[in-house]
């Protein structure tokens, strides 16, 4: 069979334009694969720094515990204000290892979907006093001031567990990347039948452009040996995956310099049905009756 020139510069020019094609796949396929190897780097760097700054986390109030409740051996005895002091160093280090636990058994728990709702008659102003019982020790030390204002008692439908770490995450980090003297609002009510809690502070601030990603697994924008503030990366991870199971939202309001704030909205129903467990928290720092209370 006789090729005519321009069938065979058809037939090579569709030729070229497969390898071309195939080149373009290949570039492509190239670029795909650096890419993920990036994340993947990035993903061990962040693993790393986590598991880094959790050690730090649990094994100073651990080697605290260790050493307060050493002391309390002494076959000397200790007078009765050296024991009020070591007393109040082991409840505020017991405090502190059990948040960072909790947290780390949540992420867990999230991350092989094993978080399941337990939903309870829950008051919200009883349960936020709770939280802030729990932060007492942060409070002091960090000096910040508390001011909690709302309707006052308020109940819903909710997975009360994951509501607390939810809010207890929150004000952890407004109390922890607050200024020196600074304050800590704590705004709840119910509208549209849903709870709205916003948690402010007058702190540091956070930029615009790093608004989604704080919310990553083991992400801190503080990181390196120049460290400045405490944290493991994973408390704001925790609060948005348990909003989301509750079927509610995280927002974040924030200016750079001037202080930052999280709100989270979640329905006043988070389950058809509700047990017959009543959650009601503590009172031990707040009076009934105010609107605004201080720490």
Request: glycine content about 8%; proline content about 2%.
């Amino acid at each position: 069979m006789k090729i005519t020139d321009e069938s065979l510069l058809e037939e090579l020019k569709e030729k070229l334009g497969e390898k071309n094609r195939a080149l373009f796949d290949l570039q492509a396929s190239n670029s795909n694969l650096e890419s993920l190897n990036e994340k993947l780097e990035e993903s061990e760097r962040l693993k790393s720094n986590f598991l880094s700054n959790i050690r730090n986390e649990i094994n100073n109030p651990l080697t605290a515990l260790i050493g307060l409740s050493a002391e309390l051996t002494s076959p000397e005895g200790l007078e009765p204000e050296r024991l009020k002091v070591i007393a109040g160093m082991i409840n505020s280090e017991a405090i502190s290892l059990d948040f960072q636990i909790r947290n780390v058994m949540t992420a867990a728990d999230l991350e092989a979907g094993e978080a399941e709702l337990h939903i309870t008659k829950t008051e919200i102003s009883s349960l936020i006093d709770e939280c802030l019982s729990n932060l007492l020790p942060m409070v002091k030390e960090y000096g910040v001031e508390i001011k909690k204002d709302g309707p006052g008692e308020l109940w819903i439908n909710t997975d009360k567990d994951k509501l607390c770490i939810i809010i207890l995450n929150l004000i952890s980090n407004a109390i922890v990347f607050n200024r020196e003297g600074g304050t800590v609002g704590i705004d709840y009510r119910i509208e549209d039948n849903s709870l709205f809690i916003a948690i402010s502070d007058e702190g540091i601030g956070i930029s615009q452009k790093h608004h989604k990603e704080i919310f990553d697994r083991f992400r801190q924008l503080d990181t390196g040996v120049s460290k400045k503030y405490k944290g493991h990366g994973l408390g704001l991870s925790v609060a948005r995956s348990g909003v989301e199971i509750l079927g509610g939202q995280i927002d974040l309001e924030s200016i750079v310099g001037e202080g930052s704030k999280f709100i989270i909205t979640v329905p006043v129903n988070a389950g058809m049905e509700v047990e017959g467990t009543f959650s009601e928290g503590s009172e031990l720092f707040f009076d009934d009756g105010d609107d605004v209370q201080e720490f």
